[in-house]
């Protein structure tokens, strides 16, 4: 992925060119193909490429249209051929997207986005109006930051720049520490208050009046696709999955697959493999890579994968899982934490990986997030009986509830009554708090509900069908996932993610429920419609166990670590978390009780993320006042028990 930063001043003071060689240190490592740079009056962009596909080589990034407005396009347009077609006669097939995407902004303006599918942030300068339009894909594969200072308004694809090269103190954010220790924080948000991301499917459109966040596209709830067979729904999911697969597969180098030796990936490689088959091969060649642990029995992976590694007839780069490090990168290698990290790969792993990429040329991943999530990988009927329920199709609800109450070993009135409560506020906020950890204080959850339960909202009767509800809610959780991520370097590499792909998604939300699982059938649509194409064994596989060794082992590998670290807590001592509970919490998973494990070591990201910044110099200092009743002394306690700590 390529990466951009810009600055412009509203006031009209001309543009500090010193502003842009300071970002130009943080933005080399990731675009190591070539820069670009504009500074003219009282606007800069800096442009770093890295380059996938064929036609990115012949682009000139900033680029100025005929029409004078400046383009930083980081992205891939998968409708390249439907838009040049729809232009017509300023574009060719042979056009850049940032070509293409320039004729589409100039003929149809901010409505031009929805029509924009991929991956992709885009940034539009205007100097004849002194507008700046920041627009991101539908689900915010890409990164792209703002922040506004004044007059000022400095944008990037990366964090680093924003923070680092900040003039002023840097605020944490409270409600983005409680979204990381519930679920994930709002797409919008990021650690730092001011500073802010654009939101998936929306553009942020800034001028010295102000900034307004509009959204350009959503799904339509009202969109229905009904078949007399379930042939032709295996059909359609063919097509529109190999579409997706197809899109990502445009590349001029080798592309590298995650192949787990679950479905999702799995069903990636060989719909990659089959379409390379047909005689159109997009990319050069897809390759392989597979972790494995042989330590964890409940991760045994590698028969899955080299049933497909033998299906395929070549076997790609195998790497050994090492322990997981609950320390992250930071506190292990004295580097700055800008955002709390979740567990990141060994040194080692990390090493062999950008030597297996290197050593074939690979800059492009494919990735099966989102698979399990949009596929039916949990098999509940819950929102098929909502479905029921809010059309008044009782008589089929009544044979589906016996059907599923079988498959379950469930009572039917078990289901019953676990459908019509989402509808119900009251016993469903009381469903949501029951499931937030017990050493988080009392104060800091009120203060952030809405966080802390993953900005749901209860399941509405009237609207929208609840199972188009759920999907959305799905979706919004996988955008949340994907903002808090951050570019990789050494390697460096693009990922992308065939089940998002815009018209595939709108597929699987407008067919019934009943086609995505059914009774005792997990995924049963994606199992129907890739028979044959991915083998039985894996299509019949259990679902995958997750690691339940590995956390526990992780604490106990690194108790005297954990045990100093908890002792003097800043996130306790500045309102988040009760040490005590904490403590105790941590001692039942040492002795493998039952414990939350996911939100124990987000605490600890979060906890180590604080004393990142307590024990780093910054350009400005960070003011980590939490809560509202939170003074400075609480801040010089949290210093001194670090302090003692270390």
């Excluded at 459908?419 to 499931?435: D, E, G, L």
């Excluded at 419609?529 to 992780?554: C, N, Q, T």
Aim: aromatic share 10%; proline share 7%; charged share 25%.
């Amino acid at each position: 992925m390529s990466v951009q930063f810009g600055k412009c001043n509203f006031d009209g003071k001309p543009m500090d060119l010193g502003d842009l060689d300071k970002a130009r240190a943080l933005l080399v490592p990731y675009g190591p193909d070539g820069e670009g740079l504009i500074c003219k009056d009282n606007c800069g962009i800096l442009y770093r490429a890295f380059h996938t596909t064929k036609e990115s080589y012949r682009e000139v990034q900033p680029h100025i249209s005929k029409y004078g407005f400046v383009l930083a396009w980081d992205g891939r347009l998968d409708n390249r051929k439907e838009l040049v077609e729809e232009i017509g006669g300023e574009i060719s097939l042979d056009s850049t997207d940032v070509e293409i995407v320039a004729a589409v902004y100039q003929r149809w303006g901010t409505t031009a986005f929805a029509k924009l599918i991929g991956d992709w942030a885009l940034s539009v300068w205007n100097p004849k109006d002194q507008s700046l339009v920041l627009a991101k894909d539908f689900v915010g594969t890409r990164h792209l930051y703002y922040s506004i200072e004044g007059d000022e308004v400095t944008w990037c694809t990366l964090l680093d720049p924003l923070v680092l090269l900040a003039k002023r103190a840097l605020k944490l954010e409270e409600d983005y520490i409680a979204g990381w220790l519930s679920f994930f924080p709002a797409a919008h948000l990021t650690p730092y208050i001011g500073i802010y991301s654009v939101p998936p499917s929306a553009f942020v459109l800034l001028t010295k009046r102000g900034r307004q966040v509009t959204k350009y596209w959503d799904f339509d709830p009202g969109k229905r696709i009904r078949y007399r067979s379930d042939a032709e729904y295996e059909e359609h999911f063919r097509l529109a999955f190999g579409r997706s697969v197809r899109r990502r597969l445009r590349s001029d180098s080798p592309i590298l697959a995650e192949l787990s030796g679950g479905m999702d990936s799995s069903s990636i490689v060989c719909m990659a493999d089959c379409i390379s088959t047909q005689g159109s091969e997009p990319c050069p060649r897809l390759d392989t890579v597979s972790f494995y642990d042989d330590s964890e029995p409940n991760w045994n992976e590698r028969p899955y994968f080299t049933t497909i590694e033998a299906r395929r007839g070549r076997s790609g780069c195998h790497i050994a899982a090492e322990p997981l490090r609950l320390l992250p990168w930071g506190m292990r290698t004295g580097a700055p934490a800008l955002i709390p990290n979740c567990v990141p790969a060994s040194d080692e792993v990390t090493r062999v990986l950008a030597e297996c990429m290197e050593s074939q040329g690979n800059r492009v991943v494919l990735s099966g997030v989102g698979g399990d999530e949009v596929t039916g990988g949990v098999p509940t009927p819950i929102p098929e009986i909502q479905d029921l329920l809010a059309c008044g199709r009782f008589t089929t609800l009544r044979g589906q509830l016996r059907t599923w109450a079988l498959s379950k070993r469930r009572p039917w009135v078990h289901l019953l009554l676990e459908s019509v409560s989402a509808f119900c506020p009251i016993v469903w906020h009381s469903a949501k708090c029951s499931q937030l950890p017990s050493w988080l204080r009392p104060a800091f959850v009120r203060r952030h509900q809405c966080a802390m339960r993953g900005y749901e909202s209860r399941v509405k009767l009237f609207g929208p069908l609840p199972s188009f509800q759920e999907n959305i809610s799905v979706l919004n959780l996988l955008r949340r996932q994907l903002a808090c991520g951050f570019l990789p370097r050494k390697p460096n590499y693009e990922k992308r993610y065939p089940y998002l792909d815009r018209n595939f998604l709108e597929f699987l939300y407008a067919i019934p429920r009943e086609q995505i699982v059914r009774p005792g059938q997990r995924r049963s649509l994606m199992r129907r419609s890739l028979r044959g194409i991915v083998p039985d064994e894996v299509l019949e596989r259990r679902r995958k166990a997750y690691l339940s060794r590995g956390p526990a082992s992780m604490i106990s590998a690194e108790w005297p670590h954990l045990v100093s670290a908890s002792r003097a807590m800043v996130s306790s001592s500045v309102g988040i978390v009760n040490r005590e509970a904490f403590c105790e919490a941590l001692q039942r998973a040492k002795e493998g009780q039952a414990v939350s494990i996911v939100p124990l070591m987000r605490t600890f990201d979060i906890e180590f993320w604080l004393q990142s910044h307590l024990s780093h110099s910054f350009p400005s200092p960070f003011d980590v006042e939490i809560g509202p009743h939170q003074s400075q002394n609480a801040w010089a306690s949290s210093t001194s028990l670090k302090s003692s700590a270390s």
